[in-house]
């Protein structure tokens, strides 16, 4: 493949690793930290912004959107789990 593909110029950032690519290119980050989709995407925005093109507000903009959809995904998920273990105390009374 090519390295539009593989490693765009977005992407390359800092010290280079053997291959030439970005030692902190997004993806290599977004897989060492197991981040998943949605915090995934908010590294991926935030460290092309203003490097593909010259709308660095709408990259940091769709971060922002991934990161608070994940936040309002995981609020849900905590009151989920308050509400079950709520309900496990009132029926062991």
């Known amino acids: 493949m090519s390295d539009k593909v593989d490693h765009p110029d977005h992407y390359q950032n800092g ?10 290119e ?3 980050v977004i897989e060492a930290w197991q981040l998943g989709f949605h915090l995934g ?5 935030i460290s092309r912004a203003g490097k593909k093109h010259d709308r660095v507000l709408e990259d940091l903009k769709k971060a922002h959107w991934y990161l608070t959809r994940y936040i309002e995904e995981m609020e849900k998920k905590c009151i989920t ?3 079950l273990k709520s309900m496990a105390t009132v029926s062991e009374k």
Do not use: L
């Open 81 to 83: 789990v308050n509400q």
């Open 26 to 28: 997004a993806i290599k």
């Open 41 to 45: 995407n908010v590294v991926k925005y």
């Open 15 to 24: 010290v280079k690793d053997e291959d030439g690519s970005s030692r902190y």
